[in-house]
């Protein structure tokens, strides 16, 4: 199914031109990526590439909501900026597990949706899979490859023994489902979490989080 764009006397306030030309997955339409085939050797936040000169990066997005709408409101006037860039992971947007589960699939929806949208315009793009509660568990693997990359963000989501047990849930969850041949970890990665993964034969290639890098040079 493809969708087109709203006519041109309209406001596109539904930011229908970022899936013009998309596939949909699922039964809640989950624009598609084409996983690129690349690997990143090093990671970028979204923020901090805005005024980077140094393009041998790819961009993530493992930062506040807030500054990932700024990208929403106006995709177009990163795109010059984003394409100097190796690759992205698609933007990363907030699903918790008390969430109402409509804004879990909003969240789902606007970060394919913004990463189909930068692939359709020549970027290399690895999928960011988040999870909130079980109900957004088949919901996570929504527009995503099967035996491909895809990219998580641990950052906040293992600091309880609760939020430990959520996050390995759903993470069996999305690899038992996808099948992915790499696994790209931005935040902690411990063995107990990740150990079983790798005896599978699956790739755990792990980035330091901004938080564990500000830290390490304030001396904590």
């Not at 997955?25 to 923020?47: C, Q, R, V």
């Not at 088949?138 to 491909?148: I, N, S, Y």
Request: aromatic share 14%; proline share 5%; net charge positive.
């Amino acid at each position: 199914m493809h969708y087109v764009s709203a006519p041109p006397r309209c406001k596109d306030v539904f930011r229908a031109f970022l899936v013009e030309n998309a596939d949909f997955d699922g039964m809640f339409e989950i624009p598609l990526i084409k996983t690129s085939n690349l690997l990143p050797d090093k990671l970028i936040t979204f923020s901090k590439a805005i005024s980077s000169k140094d393009y041998d990066f790819w961009v993530c997005f493992y930062e506040h909501d807030e500054a990932i709408n700024r990208f929403w409101k106006d995709p177009k006037k990163y795109l010059p900026m984003l394409k100097k860039f190796r690759g992205i992971i698609s933007p990363d947007y907030s699903l918790y597990f008390d969430m109402p589960f409509a804004q879990q699939i909003e969240s789902t929806y606007k970060g394919r949706a913004l990463g189909f949208w930068l692939q359709d315009n020549g970027i290399e793009v690895i999928p960011n899979v988040r999870w909130g509660d079980r109900r957004s568990f088949e919901l996570a693997c929504m527009g995503v490859e099967r035996d491909k990359t895809i990219a998580i963000g641990t950052h906040g989501c293992i600091k309880t023994v609760d939020d430990k047990k959520r996050f390995i849930a759903g993470f069996d969850y999305v690899v038992e489902k996808l099948q992915p041949k790499t696994v790209i970890v931005y935040g902690r990665d411990p063995d107990k979490i990740f150990n079983i993964t790798q005896m599978r034969g699956i790739r755990i290639l792990p980035f330091e989080s901004e938080f564990s890098k500000s830290h390490k040079k304030g001396g904590l």
